[in-house]
């Protein structure tokens, strides 16, 4: 997996479902997990305590750059969905 060969473990991709309970990840990685989440679920919004959280570990040029790259990865999952574009293999993908 093209994550995997990044640096990051096999561990600590099992465990991001429960990233904010985990261990494994550094309070600045929970905090942009926690950004992706919000942003991405179009059941949920971006609150002041999400800001804040996020303001402790990012700048303001820092956030509008991972803002950009979630919106990024949520528009190339919109298009690849609509033309039916196959996964890569970089999940699991549970149906």
Known sequence: MMVLKRGNSEEKLTDLERFKDSDLFTDREKAAINYSEVVTFSNKQVSDKD??????????????????????QNISSKFNTALDV???GFCNIKR
């Open 51 to 72: 800001r804040v959280w996020l303001a402790k570990y990012f700048s303001e040029d820092e956030v509008i750059e991972l803002t950009g790259l979630i919106a990024f």
């Open 86 to 88: 196959p996964a890569q």
